[in-house]
């Protein structure tokens, strides 16, 4: 199994994931994208067999799949940050939309051994002018208002463009996409990010600055859109009749305001987290973003395992033992095997 952005907070949680399961991984990635991150806290590289490159390298990439020959191919690898696509868009559409299409390419020229490859894009992907107080299914326009967004929908597009041009026939790979929401888990420091953010302010005895308290967002512990990808790529591998888009979100109970969030984050740190109105102009963001995933629910048996409240409630256990020095390899395999027996 091929993971790109095997070293990132959603890609080092489906390595350890994957590696507890006896699955031969070989991640793909260009570092680490934090520090302290995941990654090095699980020592995820010791059950993984990597490789360090940019995706945007077309011919790294071909080559890498080539001497690996997975059966199945994950791919996470992005600039996934919302601010920074507002920085640098000329490098946020070179990653996440070339170095999807250099994907596509090194498994189109992979030959048959390749059953399965999801790419991984966003909720972002949608048209979303905030109005629609509605649930995006998997049918709705595609858009995006900042460079990050609309490149999820590119990739979007581009993995729908291989899929109906060269994957269409008998014994190619099945190709599907994953939208999943706002995940939340241990080992998140991604920058401008909620529960990252309250995690700095508690190691540094700041406040969590929120920027936009009414905004709606779906949010889940990462292990239940992960979950979602490895039953997607199962099905694909089994040559089942999924080879399209999925949404992975929350049910709509846990669609809750950043606002919310944060308060429940001040409670759960008891005392040990301030929470402040961030008052400075920043960028536009939709007021409200929420996946119906019922596709998924009835088609691939998948459903959002753990809720909200206890997805902080675990974010909070895992930073709390990281302050005390625990082994974090060890609480993140712990987390999921209390996910797997949840099932
Ligand atoms: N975290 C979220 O809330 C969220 C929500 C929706 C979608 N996603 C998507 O999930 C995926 C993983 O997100 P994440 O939060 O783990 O991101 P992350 O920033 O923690 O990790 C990104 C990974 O991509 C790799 N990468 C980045 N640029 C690369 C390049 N040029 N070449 C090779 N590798 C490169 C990094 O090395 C790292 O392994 C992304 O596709 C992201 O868009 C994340």
Not at 174 to 187: C, F, L, P
Request: proline content about 5%; some cysteine.
């Amino acid at each position: 199994m091929l993971l790109t952005g095997h070293t990132g907070f959603k890609g080092a949680w489906l390595a350890l994931w994957l590696c507890s399961l006896g699955a031969e991984v070989h991640g793909l990635a260009s570092g680490e994208p934090t520090s302290p991150c995941l990654y090095e806290l699980a020592r995820v590289g010791e059950g993984v067999s990597e490789q360090r490159l940019d995706i945007r390298d077309a011919d790294a990439v071909r080559a890498a799949i080539a001497r690996v020959e997975p059966e199945i191919v994950l791919h996470l690898a992005a600039q996934p940050l919302v601010r920074r696509s507002l920085r640098d868009p000329a490098m946020t559409y070179a990653v996440n939309v070339m170095g999807t299409v250099n994907v596509l390419e090194a498994v189109r020229c992979a030959g048959e051994q390749v059953r399965a490859f999801v790419v991984v894009t966003s909720d972002k992907c949608y048209e979303n002018d905030g109005r629609a107080q509605r649930r995006f299914v998997e049918g709705d326009p595609l858009g995006g208002h900042d460079p990050y967004s609309s490149s999820k929908a590119c990739a979007e597009l581009v993995t729908a463009a291989y899929r109906d041009s060269f994957f269409d026939r008998e014994g190619a790979p099945g190709v599907a996409s994953a939208r999943a929401g706002n995940v939340i888990g241990g080992g998140d420091w991604g920058e401008d990010r909620l529960v990252a953010d309250s995690v700095r302010a508690v190691q540094t005895h700041g406040a969590l600055r929120i920027r936009n308290p009414n905004a709606v967002r779906p949010w889940q512990h990462v292990l239940n859109p992960l979950s979602g990808y490895l039953r997607l790529a199962q099905a694909l591998h089994g040559g089942e009749d999924v080879a399209r888009a999925w949404n992975f979100g929350p049910p709509a109970a846990d669609a809750r305001t950043v606002g919310w969030i944060a308060s429940r984050l001040a409670e759960l740190w008891e005392g040990a987290l301030d929470v402040e109105l961030d008052k400075d102009a920043n960028p536009p963001e939709a007021p409200h973003l929420e996946l119906d995933s019922s596709a998924a629910e009835q088609q691939l048996g998948w459903r959002c395992r753990w809720d909200l409240d206890r997805a902080l409630g675990l974010v909070v256990e895992w930073h709390r033992a990281h302050l005390d020095g625990e082994d974090m390899r060890a609480v993140s395999l712990a987390q999921i095997e209390r996910f797997e027996q949840s099932a």
